[in-house]
């Protein structure tokens, strides 16, 4: 079996990728902004950053063969407090079946490929913090910690109007989920956590809102009116409900825990024609920040594309929003 890596990044949050306290928005080039590992990762596989040397670009696998693919260190000496953490996100393509596993060993120095294969096959599964709620349960649900394999990687899809090849935005916003959860669909039915086809026992199940997955979505807006129109692009994180209501809830303003730190990438909007990256910090019910407007004459169209990653730090819902601006606003 081949396997193949053609994309990779990987950091520390000490002293690579520490938790800082960034503004709520921040237009740069796609590489130089970001706070903590998992974000700042996801940053570099969306601008095609050049790949981490850390991993090989390919191995070959004999049937029955175990590989170590990379072996990368954690350290916390020197650190105050001791704590330090990684995140790695790397993208596959394999000519065949094969498992992967995630292993961790506290060491001084790098652990031998022997102590690798000894930890692989007679070590012990970590411990998750709390015990899912399982599947179909009454009351109270509890997430927990996710470990497994997710089925796709990749969202692509064009967002229209029902019926129609364009999307029209006249008078109230339209939202789409990015990252939801179960008993967490803002009414909408889509669970947007990819289902798990392995995991490990114990784990939660439809809790880590598309970790790791790459949007690609088109906007073919048209304004329908015989007035100008200005549509502002926006990505938000509202309170978490499965009822649909009369709209999305939010706090403003939000003051309450980090729910998403990351990029996203913009083209065809008011700001120029070419890609934008803008950095998002988004806290627990957040109305969210600007990607950009779009200024529309009467039955003009324009294409907006939005590219994202899911950073692995996030914590969902996050839902992708376009909302008509107010006259006096504009």
């Given amino acids: 079996v081949t396997v193949s890596i053609p994309s990779a990044a990987t950091h520390l949050s000490q002293p690579d990728a520490p938790f800082l306290p960034l503004p709520p928005r921040m237009v740069h080039d796609g590489t130089s902004v970001y706070s903590g590992p998992g974000g700042r990762a996801a940053g570099d596989l969306l601008a095609r950053a050049p790949r981490s040397e850390s991993l090989p670009e390919r191995i070959e696998l004999s049937p029955g063969q175990i590989d170590v693919l990379t072996s990368l260190p954690i350290p916390v000496a020197g650190l105050d407090p001791l704590l330090n953490g990684r995140n790695l996100q790397a993208r596959f393509n394999s000519t065949g079946p094969i498992s992967l596993a995630t292993l961790a060993l506290i060491s001084d120095r790098r652990p031998s490929e022997k102590q690798w294969l000894d930890l692989l096959q007679n070590g012990k599964l970590s411990s998750k913090e709390h015990e899912p709620s399982p599947k179909g349960a009454a009351g109270p649900m509890i997430y927990s910690r996710v470990s497994g394999v997710q089925q796709g990687n990749r969202w692509r899809g064009v967002l229209t109007s029902p019926g129609r090849t364009n999307l029209e935005v006249t008078t109230q916003p339209i939202s789409w989920p990015i990252?939801?959860?179960?008993?967490?669909?803002?009414?909408?039915?889509?669970?947007?956590?990819?289902?798990?086809?392995?995991?490990?026992?114990?784990?939660?199940?439809?809790?880590?809102?598309?970790?790791g997955v790459a949007y690609d979505l088109s906007l073919p807006l048209r304004n329908p009116s015989s007035r100008p129109q200005t549509l502002d692009l926006r990505l938000e994180s509202p309170l978490k409900s499965n009822r649909r209501a009369a709209g999305l809830r939010f706090i403003e303003p939000a003051q309450g825990p980090i729910f998403w730190r990351g990029n996203v990438a913009v083209k065809g909007t008011d700001a120029g024609r070419g890609r934008r990256t803008v950095h998002l910090v988004l806290r627990k019910g957040d109305p969210g920040q600007s990607l950009g407007r779009v200024s529309l004459a009467p039955g003009e169209q324009k294409t907006v594309q939005v590219q994202l990653i899911v950073p692995a730090d996030i914590t969902p819902v996050q839902v992708l929003t376009v909302a008509p601006v107010k006259q006096s606003d504009s």
């Fill in 179 to 211: 990252a939801s959860l179960q008993r967490g669909t803002l009414g909408t039915g889509q669970v947007q956590s990819a289902q798990l086809t392995d995991f490990y026992p114990g784990t939660a199940w439809e809790a880590h809102g598309n970790y």
